[in-house]
């Protein structure tokens, strides 16, 4: 079957610009398949790079064991990073520039070189890792109920929004990252704690899958991008006058707060 891809990626981007969900696009093509996803994924990012927005670089989804058994898939899922989602240190964000987002926490890279797969190993990215940093994730399903197949989720470029990246830059071989500690508080509850290996094992492994996933496609991670590894925990629904905080072990905190109105 031939998908109109030019159709399903302007009816995603639309519902972004109206921040008004949709039905997923499952319910009227139930055999969509991945390849098929992200070739909508592709098309909606080069209609947001036409309007002057940059991919910085890319991001992981479902790499936690518990996301994947939740979704009931083995593989992660891959998106873009854009410009545009990139939220300012300390600004509040308003809630009404998204459908029914949640936050959730990430452990992000920083790449130095380029990585071509196939065949890339959890240390060729170590090795090419300049940086890592936490961060905090908002996600936003453009779908009714936030709720999809794994094709869909693909197409709407993994439920991406926005991400705050932390201030504190660590070098990668002064950490342990199957170790590395992340606690997550919504309110001031802890909503959920985690450590690295959360990630399939490995953040590293993780954005491992990414380049060889890349590679299929025809790409390859490019030197300066910032990768989100995935959420470590579960996401957190936001609302008005929320207060998100994620503290990482070596990587400091990354803070997150609605609007109240
Ligand atoms: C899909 C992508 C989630 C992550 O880190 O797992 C994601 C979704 O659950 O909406 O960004
Ligand atoms: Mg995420």
Not at 158 to 173: E, H, I, M
Not at 196 to 203: E, I, K, M, N, T
């Given at each position: 079957?031939?998908?109109?891809?030019?159709?399903?990626?302007?009816?995603?981007?639309?519902?972004?610009?109206?921040?008004?969900?949709?039905?997923?696009?499952?319910?009227?093509?139930?055999?969509?398949?991945?390849?098929?996803?992200?070739?909508?994924?592709?098309?909606?990012?080069?209609?947001?790079?036409?309007?002057?927005?940059?991919?910085?670089?890319?991001?992981?989804?479902?790499?936690?064991?518990?996301?994947?058994?939740?979704?009931?898939?083995?593989?992660?899922?891959?998106?873009?990073?854009?410009?545009?989602?990139?939220?300012?240190?300390?600004?509040?964000?308003?809630?009404?520039?998204?459908?029914?987002?949640?936050?959730?926490?990430?452990?992000?890279?920083?790449?130095?070189?380029?990585?071509?797969?196939?065949?890339?190993?959890?240390?060729?990215?170590?090795?090419?890792?300049?940086?890592?940093?936490?961060?905090?994730?908002?996600?936003?399903?453009?779908?009714?109920?936030?709720?999809?197949?794994?094709?869909?989720?693909?197409?709407?470029?993994?439920?991406?929004?926005?991400?705050?990246?932390?201030?504190?830059?660590?070098?990668?071989?002064?950490?342990?990252?199957?170790?590395?500690?992340?606690?997550?508080?919504?309110?001031?509850?802890?909503?959920?704690?985690?450590?690295?290996?959360?990630?399939?094992?490995?953040?590293?492994?993780?954005?491992?899958?990414?380049?060889?996933?890349?590679?299929?496609?025809?790409?390859?991670?490019?030197?300066?991008?910032?990768?989100?590894?995935?959420?470590?925990?579960?996401a957190v629904q936001l609302a008005p006058g929320t207060h998100a905080r994620a503290d990482y072990a070596h990587l400091g905190s990354v803070e997150l707060t609605t609007e109240k109105d």
């Amino acid at each position: 079957m031939t998908i109109d891809i030019d159709y399903w990626s302007d009816y995603l981007l639309d519902a972004v610009a109206n921040r008004s969900e949709v039905a997923a696009i499952t319910k009227s093509i139930p055999d969509l398949t991945t390849s098929d996803a992200y070739d909508i994924q592709d098309a909606a990012v080069d209609k947001r790079l036409e309007t002057g927005d940059r991919i910085i670089g890319a991001k992981l989804g479902l790499t936690s064991n518990a996301k994947q058994k939740q979704m009931g898939v083995d593989e992660p899922v891959y998106g873009w990073l854009m410009e545009s989602g990139r939220l300012a240190p300390e600004t509040p964000i308003r809630l009404d520039e998204f459908i029914h987002p949640r936050c959730e926490p990430e452990i992000v890279f920083t790449i130095g070189e380029d990585i071509e797969g196939p065949g890339i190993s959890a240390g060729d990215i170590i090795d090419a890792t300049t940086a890592v940093t936490g961060g905090i994730e908002v996600i936003d399903a453009r779908y009714e109920r936030f709720s999809f197949q794994l094709a869909d989720t693909i197409a709407d470029n993994t439920s991406a929004a926005r991400y705050r990246l932390g201030t504190k830059r660590v070098d990668v071989t002064d950490l342990d990252l199957a170790l590395l500690g992340c606690v997550f508080k919504v309110n001031g509850d802890i909503t959920a704690t985690a450590a690295g290996a959360a990630l399939l094992g490995d953040p590293a492994h993780c954005v491992a899958m990414l380049a060889n996933h890349l590679a299929d496609r025809g790409r390859k991670i490019g030197a300066g991008w910032t990768v989100l590894a995935g959420a470590l925990t579960d996401a957190v629904q936001l609302a008005p006058g929320t207060h998100a905080r994620a503290d990482y072990a070596h990587l400091g905190s990354v803070e997150l707060t609605t609007e109240k109105d």
